[in-house]
């Protein structure tokens, strides 16, 4: 049975254990998004979610429960309707709201909510805290993490501020085959590519072709990730 690392799941005997032998948090930046007809909406969620877990249970440190709203850009449809992320993407032909998404929030009232974690983290005793997942959300965290560094004196990692992009592998397409392969190996009985047409592009979708994704290299990009984040931990003494 896998060891308990979700922060909602440990007991106060179990957290004060974890938290002494390592004093690190992982926060998954997730949505509820269009991510294909052949991945399920929380996509995002899961496949933070998933590294983390596989870090925490190797190197130490406790999962927080993943976040399901975040920033993105926005566009007026024209009909009184919002196009919101991938509504408006290149990838997505016509331009369309997709069936489906239901997370967005403004940039200020999520960094207000990332603020009040980092704070609250602080407060109950980490020393670091690991933010990943969705695009927008990564960045938005990578933008304010060394002012909130110095703020509240806690160690702030962002996979774009503090990692080698040549390791830092997960969640860099959108649906395409690193995500896709990612969700296959964390849960492949959520992923079903017999749903995508084999002759024309998926809506919706950016990188390479999802069609080509496997379960061997969605280990791959979340081993060398995990490998990546145990460096970095081992550096900080953490």
């Known amino acids: 049975?896998?060891?308990?690392?979700?922060?909602?799941?440990?007991?106060?005997?179990?957290?004060?254990?974890?938290?002494?032998e390592h004093p690190v948090g992982y926060l998954p930046l997730g949505t509820l998004e269009w991510h294909g007809l052949h991945n399920v909406l929380g996509s995002d969620s899961l496949q933070a979610e998933g590294l983390f877990l596989r870090a925490a249970r190797r190197f130490g440190g406790i999962v927080f429960p993943p976040l399901f709203v975040g920033p993105d850009r926005t566009e007026d449809a024209g009909d009184g309707n919002q196009l919101i992320g991938m509504d408006s993407s290149d990838a997505t032909r016509p331009h369309q709201q997709l069936p489906g998404s239901c997370y967005w929030v403004s940039k200020g009232l999520f960094l207000s909510l990332l603020e009040s974690i980092v704070a609250q983290a602080k407060r109950a005793g980490f020393i670091c805290l690991?933010?990943?997942?969705?695009?927008?959300?990564?960045?938005?965290?990578?933008?304010?993490?060394?002012?909130?560094?110095?703020?509240?004196?806690i160690i702030l990692l962002s996979s774009v501020n503090d990692f080698d992009p040549l390791t830092y592998l997960t969640q860099n397409d959108h649906a395409g085959k690193i995500e896709t392969s990612t969700m296959m190996a964390l849960h492949p009985e959520l992923v079903d590519l017999s749903r995508l047409d084999p002759e024309s592009w998926p809506l919706g979708v950016k990188g390479e072709d999802p069609?080509?994704?496997?379960?061997?290299?969605?280990e791959y990009l979340?081993?060398?990730?995990?490998?990546?984040?145990?460096r970095k931990l081992q550096e900080l003494g953490l």
Request: proline share 5%.
């Open 130 to 153: 690991l933010a990943d997942g969705h695009g927008p959300s990564r960045k938005a965290w990578a933008e304010m993490a060394p002012l909130w560094e110095k703020q509240y004196d």
């Open 211 to 218: 069609r080509t994704s496997s379960i061997a290299w969605g």
């Open 222 to 230: 979340i081993e060398t990730t995990v490998q990546s984040i145990g």
């Open 1 to 20: 049975m896998d060891e308990r690392v979700q922060y909602a799941y440990l007991s106060v005997p179990a957290f004060q254990k974890r938290l002494a």
